[in-house]
């Protein structure tokens, strides 16, 4: 057989997962690689040589080394640069036999390679060839870190062969697949050297490592040394205990880590990490608690460099009024008044075109005036061209005028499809007439309705049930456990692996958050909570456990017309501003 490995005595260290993003690099075993190829295409060329070294804490655990028969004859030019031979590569194994040895040799390892998306995308072809599904390495480039952590007269290139000079490495690189690899150790042995005086001591740290990171942030990482490695949310607070900045992760150390190592390159975000003076961590249980209690915070707090959900109250919502002939009005408060109500709509202009699309459907009043029954006013031009039943000059009575609104309701509340065919009956009329702008913006305004229909009809068929206990198997045997009410999230653990989940749950409604609900439909919480409870209520492996009421969605809502909302959105997606239409030029 023409590979060879050699091991060391040394026991070989494994490393379990990349999400043990704070491993020293002491601990790290690396793989770095090399291959001799017949060209630069994965997809067209073959793989010659595969050289590669298994280093841990600075010293050799082994060494991977064969030719391969790529298959195809080797052109010229490469023969000269690698000095590898058809006539050499004849008896040598195909890729698909050497595949399943390197396989073995790498488990557990992280890949090291000198402008490594060459070689890992030979890699990941051979593997896919082999039969074999890719691991997902985690992967360090030589090149690219050489990059981040050397000045331009330091090395006036990043080339193998330049870094294996400045590092003083005792092999000089020629294209063979195990003397390159052999030199990359070295080049990567000198560049960790120069990271770790600057206090890159983590596999995380070098990942993430940037140049643009000053000094100064850097020192800053002892923030997140108290921190456990554990899902939450996490508050960074200024000099004056003021909250700057809240995020969540699944493991709170590992993520505020990386703020100071530099994967975090937002201008406002290295502001906030400059000004930062203490972070305090929340431990949650589950991932759904950390994601709403973050939504919770930055409503509260309105932290500065929180860019979203700094304000839900001022959320706009289209109120269908309580009074003798009552009108569409925008507003952003949910009273007790007995009115209905159709949103959140992510902005006034969005409300603007649900509400047009409204009128455009239903003869409703869009004057704003409060009218009287006994006292009459001229009707306005709307009226004179019937768009409008004029009440207000006592043309149509309360309770002619009552059939709009109880249409207008409907369609805000339960049942889209009148309003929907009314405007698609004007869209196709329009489309032939070729007035297709026009047509544009009476579908963009029946999107924008449907939209914000479907998405209250949805929160209200959770928000009207007094308490779900629902459940979700976890990675390592035990289940999560959540308590609801009204929409809003009032408890959350995890049972233990093994255990009955049952008493656990028992013990989790009784210790609860108590809910009073208030009128309108957001009685206990904002709608970005709700939407969040319902996006994990909605994954196919949760389970209700209990539900007070029947969880239940409008036969015909709005949500029923979530194809053609998703074809509009594929349609635009679609388009190609800066496409070629010179076809499309009449002709003449």
Known sequence: ??????????????QATFDELGTPLRDVTFVVVDLETTGGSPHTCGITEVGAVKVRGGQVLGEFQTLVNPGEPIPAFIAVLTGITDSMVRPAPVIATVVPSFVEFARGAVLV??????????????????????????????????????????????????????????????????????ATVDVLHGLLDRLGNLGVQSLDELTTFSSRVSPATRKKRHLAEALPHAPGVYVFKGP????????????????????????????????????????????????????????????EHKPRYNSRSRHPERATWLKLTIEAFPRLSMVTQLRDDGASYLGPFGSRHAAERAMTALHEAFRIRQCTPVLSTRRFRTACALAEMGRCNAPCDGSESVDAYALHVRAVREAMESDATRVSHAVQRRIDRLSIEQRFEEAAAHRDRLAALLRAAARLQRIRGLTAIAEIVAAAPTAAGGWELHVIRHGRLVAASVSPPGAHPRPYADALVASAETVIP???????????????????????????????????????????????????????????????????????
Request: aromatic share 6%; proline share 7%; glycine share 8%.
């Open 113 to 182: 390679a000198h402008n490594a998306p060459f070689d890992v995308g030979f890699l990941r072809r051979a593997y896919a060839v082999s039969g074999i599904g890719w691991p997902a390495y985690p992967v360090v480039d030589t090149a690219r870190l050489a990059r981040r952590a050397l000045a331009r007269d330091e090395a006036p290139n990043c080339r193998l062969s330049t870094l294996a000079a400045l590092f003083r490495s005792g092999t000089t690189p020629n294209h063979r697949a195990l003397q390159d690899a052999r």
């Open 240 to 299: 004056g205990g003021e909250v700057l900045y809240v995020g969540k992760s699944k493991d709170l150390r590992t993520r505020v880590r990386s703020y100071f190592t530099g994967s975090e390159t937002r201008r406002r975000i290295g502001e906030m990490v400059r000004l930062a003076a203490v972070v305090t961590p929340i431990v949650c249980a589950t991932a759904l608690e950390a994601e709403v209690r973050e939504l919770r915070l930055i409503a």
């Open 1 to 14: 057989m023409h590979a060879s490995a050699s091991s060391a005595s040394a026991p070989v260290a494994v």
């Open 518 to 588: 208030r009128p309108g439909p957001l009685p206990a919480c904002e709608a970005e909570e709700v939407e969040c409870v319902l996006r994990w209520l909605e994954q196919p492996s949760v389970r209700l456990v209990e539900a007070t009421e029947p969880w239940l969605s409008p036969a015909h809502g709005a949500g029923a017309q979530r194809g053609w909302l998703d074809r509009i959105s594929e349609g635009r997606d679609a388009l190609d501003p800066f496409g070629d239409r010179r076809g499309l030029r009449p002709a003449g």
